[in-house]
C-alpha cells in the first residue's frame, strides 16, 4: 500500500498539494503527527512525501522501504479549473518521468498534456506541476 503524508507542521499549501496528489492518486493522505518518516515506512512500503522548501517550493520525494528512489522539486504549481473529464492518476508529457514512476503510481503517458505533471483534484481542479528533478 502507498500513502501521502507531508512534514510535521507543513505550510498550508504544502498540506494543500498534498492532499490532492493523495486524492488524485486513490492514496490514503495520514497526517504524521510526530511520526518520525523512517517509522512509518515500517508498515507501508511506499509513501509519498511532500515537504517544504523555504525557497523553490515543495519537494516531492517518493519513498519505498525507507529509502528515497526519487525526488523532484515542484517549482510551480498552477491550479486551474478542471473542463475536461475526471481522470484518477498523473499525467505526464515527459517520457523519462513516466518511465520511472509508472513501476511505483498510476501515471500515463499523453504528448500533448498541458505540462510535465497533470491531474485532477477535487472540486473541478485541474492542477499542473512543472518540476526539477
Do not use: W
Not at 509519498?48 to 515543495?58: H, T, V
Not at 498541458?114 to 477535487?122: K, L, R
Amino acid at each position: 500500500m502507498t500513502i501521502v503524508t507531508s512534514s510535521r507542521k507543513p505550510a498550508p499549501e504544502v498540506r494543500k498539494i498534498a492532499k490532492e496528489i493523495a486524492f488524485a492518486l486513490d492514496y490514503p493522505y495520514v497526517q504524521r503527527g510526530k511520526t518520525g518518516i523512517r517509522d512509518m515506512g515500517t508498515n507501508d512500503p511506499k509513501i509519498i512525501f511532500l515537504s517544504g522548501s523555504k525557497r523553490k517550493g515543495p519537494i516531492f520525494d517518493l519513498m519505498v522501504n525507507g529509502d528515497i528512489i526519487f525526488s523532484m522539486l515542484l517549482t510551480n504549481v498552477n491550479e486551474i479549473e478542471r473542463t475536461g473529464e475526471f481522470r484518477k492518476g498523473f499525467v505526464t508529457r515527459e517520457h523519462e518521468l513516466f518511465n520511472f514512476l509508472s513501476p511505483y503510481i498510476p501515471i500515463t503517458y499523453d504528448e500533448k498534456a498541458d505540462g510535465p505533471i497533470v491531474f485532477c483534484g477535487t472540486q473541478k481542479k485541474q492542477y499542473i506541476l512543472q518540476v526539477m528533478v
